[in-house]
Nanobody
Framework: VQLVESGGGLVQPGGSLRLSCAASGFTFSSYRMTWYRQAPGKERELVAT????????NYADFVKGRFTVSRDNARNTVYLQMNSLQPADTAVYYCSAAIYTRRYWGQGTQVTVSS
């Protein structure tokens, strides 16, 4: 199993970024994909989840209305569109998949929101 995030970077407050997570080594379309983030000195927290069929999403309250998770099963990729970014969104963002009894993680991509 391999998960590779990309798309992070430095953005000004109010700006947007789209993160991507390319998956391989498992049947991507069969599994729920989840985005987490971890800010310095804080615990990792769930950001958004997309079901395997792409028909249902769940978001943490702090991103509702600003972030959108989506997936392209043909490309084995899950996305996180982030709008109206704020300094509090600064963190390393990880995609994750729970397969059988194990949770897999990507290496993360840094998002920094600063003027």
């Amino acid at each position: 199993v391999q998960l590779v995030e990309s798309g992070g970077g430095l953005v000004q407050p109010g700006g947007s970024l789209r993160l991507s997570c390319a998956a391989s080594g498992f049947t991507f379309s069969s599994y729920r994909m989840t985005w987490y983030r971890q800010a310095p000195g804080k615990e990792r927290e769930l950001v958004a989840t997309e079901t395997s069929a792409g028909g249902s999403t769940n978001y943490a309250d702090f991103v509702k209305g600003r972030f959108t998770v989506s997936r392209d099963n043909a490309r084995n990729t899950v996305y996180l569109q982030m709008n109206s970014l704020q300094p509090a969104d600064t963190a390393v963002y990880y995609c994750s998949a729970a397969i059988y009894t194990r949770r897999y993680w990507g290496q993360g991509t840094q998002v920094t929101v600063s003027s």
